[in-house]
């Protein structure tokens, strides 16, 4: 019980943080909001030139729903704590938790977890409307069933990506200046996530790489979940590999940041 | 006349000094060159997705084909290049300047204080990896495009990407002079600089009245979209006398509006 006082502190403190920089946030979504503006005029001369009505086999309503779906879910994914944890490795700052009855792990998971909330409520709320008008103008399909499945798996897949850059981040035990390379990182996970394009405009080859890899399960199955193109079978085994991924993930983790952590020198602490 | 001669050549001199001091600070903290590359290929990556949609769709977009469109793309990269390693990193730290009062020093310089202060960083990593990609994106489209390597074809093409950095530079660093007024100008920064991806995709594939407000209003589409337009011969005269009229309207609004900002500059930190 104490153990989760501790932490629920902390979940309230990033929630606090997130409310603090709204401004901030108003701004991510604005450039959320930009390559979607260019995609959904560049799919719409695609498809308005192209003989097909179905391309990289989705019909015009779907990959306009997969644009929108993808930049917003993309965002409600997204970290940003890596540079923390460099900036908490580089100062010396990591030490207060090698002494204090506090893990770093759980600090780091609850803060962000507490940080997404608000987030990612403005963030589901903009896409309910996103769905409706959809729905309204384009005829795409709303199941409430699809909904909640797409809720549980973005809810694993905010987990997930969060394993996956706190993997990253114990770079920042061997290079001490890191933040362009974790940029780099960022953007390549966007793209192999389907968080820019389907995965199915890179062809076969790329989607059978993307299988062996857990990036997908961060974007582009949430959405399928969501509209549609994933069976109730294939969701429940994708709901499987999401959980395996982030067992896998947990795993990594710890080994790196046990290795990591014996390199660490506390300078400026 | 001699005299201007001279300010060029000086000016000149000092810039070539400005791009060896940013490089060696660079290359100080060698793994962050390198992060630095990293992190500029994959925004390559993300522009070449655009390229991989376009020709796997084989589909011709307003008339453009896959080709034609792979010209406009390795234009915009290579334009990025120069925004981006050469502009960006000083109209970000403009507002800064201004606030903790850096000009204070600068202005006694027997240079330019407005080229001291947004041409003084240069970032050779970015620039380096965008001119070498997006040159080489533009050979290959030429190529397939079977474009012929002439004078008109290739000096219509270097004076468009010499008017479109022009545009560039004087368009990106304007909102950054209202830091001259506004004490805190972040936001204008953060969304000025996202308008730059909307170049990402020939203008071909917007409403007409997104195209015209893009070159008349907010000319954002002159920048990447011209040289090719002009390589194509898809260029109409009226493009053609705003591409030589722009850059110098452009050019004496901002020098207007960088003076009467400087008499706001009141150096209130130092």
């Not at chain 2, 805190?184 to 917007?206: G, Q, R």
């Amino acid at each position: 019980m104490r153990w989760l006082n501790k932490y629920s502190k902390v979940f309230e403190l990033g929630f606090q943080t997130a409310l603090e920089y709204r401004v901030n946030f108003l701004l991510s979504l604005i450039s959320a909001a930009y390559p979607i503006f260019i995609q959904t005029f560049m799919w719409t001369a695609i498809y308005r030139n192209s003989s097909e009505p179905v391309v990289y086999g989705y019909t015009y309503p779907q990959m306009l729903a997969y644009t929108f779906m993808a930049g917003l879910v993309a965002r409600i994914v997204r970290t940003g704590f890596e540079y923390e944890i460099m900036e908490d490795i580089k100062n010396g700052k990591f030490s207060q938790f090698l002494v204090q009855p506090i893990g770093y792990f759980p600090y780091r998971l609850f803060s962000y977890l507490g940080q997404k909330l608000p987030n990612m409520g403005m963030i589901l709320g903009i896409l309910v409307v996103v769905l409706l008008g959809l729905n309204a103008f384009l005829g795409i399909s709303l199941e409430f069933y699809r909904g909640l499945a797409f809720l549980a798996t973005l809810a694993l897949a905010v987990v997930l990506n969060f394993l996956i850059f706190y993997c990253f981040s114990a770079v920042a035990f061997w290079v001490v200046e890191i933040g362009f390379l974790f940029e780099g990182i960022r953007i390549v996970t966007i793209l192999l996530s389907g968080g820019i394009f389907p995965l199915e405009v890179f062809g076969p080859l790329f989607i059978r790489a993307s299988n062996l890899l857990p990036f997908k399960y961060t974007v582009y199955y949430p959405i399928n979940v969501l509209n549609g193109r994933i069976s109730f079978i294939e969701t429940v085994q994708g709901v499987l590999v999401q959980s395996l991924w982030i067992v896998a993930c947990l795993v990594i983790a710890h080994y790196l940041w046990r290795v990591g952590s014996r390199r660490y020198v506390a300078v400026g602490g | 006349m001699r005299a201007i001669i001279r300010e060029i050549k000086k000016h000149i001199l000092i810039y070539s000094l400005f791009i060896k001091n940013s490089l060696m600070a660079q290359m100080e903290y060698r793994f962050n060159f390198i992060g630095n590359m990293a992190m500029e290929t994959g925004y390559l990556f993300v522009k070449l997705s655009y390229v991989v949609v376009v020709y796997r769709s084989g589909v011709e977009i307003n008339g453009l084909s896959p080709d034609e469109i792979l010209l406009f793309i390795g234009t915009f990269v290579t334009l990025t290049a120069c925004y981006a390693g050469l502009f960006m990193l000083n109209n970000f730290r403009l507002r800064l300047k201004i606030r903790d009062g850096e000009l204070d020093l600068l202005m006694t310089k027997p240079v330019s204080l407005q080229f001291m202060v947004t041409l003084r960083m240069t970032d050779m990593t970015i620039f380096a990896v965008d001119a070498i990609a997006g040159l080489i994106i533009v050979a290959v489209a030429w190529a397939r495009l079977s474009i012929p390597l002439n004078l008109v074809t290739v000096g219509g093409y270097a004076g468009f990407m010499i008017i479109s950095v022009l545009v560039s530079y004087s368009l990106f660093l304007l909102p950054q002079i209202l830091s001259f007024w506004l004490i805190n100008t972040s936001a204008i920064a953060e969304v000025s600089d996202l308008f730059w991806d909307f170049n990402n995709m020939p203008m071909d594939i917007y409403p007409r009245w997104i195209q015209q407000l893009g070159i008349f209003v907010l000319p954002i589409f002159v920048i990447s979209n011209f040289p090719s337009m002009f390589v194509l011969q898809r260029m109409p005269p009226v493009y053609l006398a705003w591409a030589t009229t722009l850059p110098i309207v452009l050019l004496v609004i901002l020098r207007r509006l960088w003076k009467q900002g400087l008499k706001n500059y009141n150096s209130a930190s130092s």
